[in-house]
């Protein structure tokens, strides 16, 4: 069975930094590409940005270069997010999502989401 | 603002058909047969129904189906249920820069 395991939910303040992870099993994690999906409070979806994990090949949206950073270690089957220093606008809920290329291929399976509140 | 024009709401009494519309530009939606919709429900995490604009993956009801015209592309529910209600959003693919862009959502009410 196909699964995206994302880690919980997290609560941080203004300024700090964040590493949220997704985790896959039921399926070659290095065939298939991931992709993280914002979605801010009552509003819809938007793609932050791809990897491959079997080279690390990543990709970013427009809006989210510089950003986010997105990581993968094959080893662990396991995508990461990572914000340096996170801003009150980046309280939303990430999700994952796998998909089987770079082009049009949907995203077939996702994971549960990660809510990421940031608040002073 | 999204990329892709969804209405905010549809509705439709169980039974009945409703279609939601997805306009975008001849650089997404029209350039490419790569439309897909997603349903959401309240908490959960999105649900894929439609892929290259008509396809259902398996285990998807053939009441959903998925069509497109020029830069719209439509989301057919016929025999509408209570379990259909819920946020659907569209999304294409919209080139190597941009990947993939969703519309708005359309939150479909069953009466």
């Known amino acids: 069975e196909v699964q995206l395991v994302q880690s919980g939910a997290e609560v941080k303040k203004p300024g700090e930094s964040l590493k949220i992870s997704c985790k896959g099993s039921g399926y070659s994690f290095t065939t298939y590409w991931i992709a993280w999906v914002r979605q801010m409070p009552g509003k819809g979806l938007e793609c932050m940005g791809i990897i491959y994990p079997g080279d690390s090949e990543i990709r970013y949206g427009p809006s989210f270069q510089g950003q986010v950073t997105i990581s993968a270690d094959k080893s662990i089957s396991t995508a990461y997010l990572r914000w340096s220093s996170l801003k009150a606008s980046d309280t939303a809920m990430y999700y994952c999502?796998?998909?089987?290329?770079?082009?049009?291929?949907?995203?077939?399976?996702w994971g549960q989401g990660t809510l990421v509140t940031v608040s002073s | 603002q999204s990329a892709l024009t969804q209405p905010p709401s549809a509705s439709g009494s169980p039974g009945q058909s409703v279609t939601i519309s997805c306009t975008g530009t001849s650089s997404d939606v029209g350039g490419f047969n790569y439309v897909s919709w997603y349903q959401q429900h309240p908490g959960k995490a999105p649900k894929l129904m439609i892929y290259?604009?008509?396809k259902r993956p398996s285990g998807v009801p053939d009441r959903f189906s998925g069509s497109k015209s020029g830069n719209t592309a439509s989301l057919t529910v016929s025999g509408l249920q209570a379990e259909d209600e819920a946020d659907y959003y569209c999304s294409s693919y919209a080139g190597r820069n941009n990947f993939k862009v969703f519309g708005g959502g359309t939150r479909l009410t069953v009466l």
């Open positions: 290259e604009v008509s």
């Open positions: 999502a796998r998909h089987t290329d770079d082009y049009g291929a949907p995203f077939d399976y």
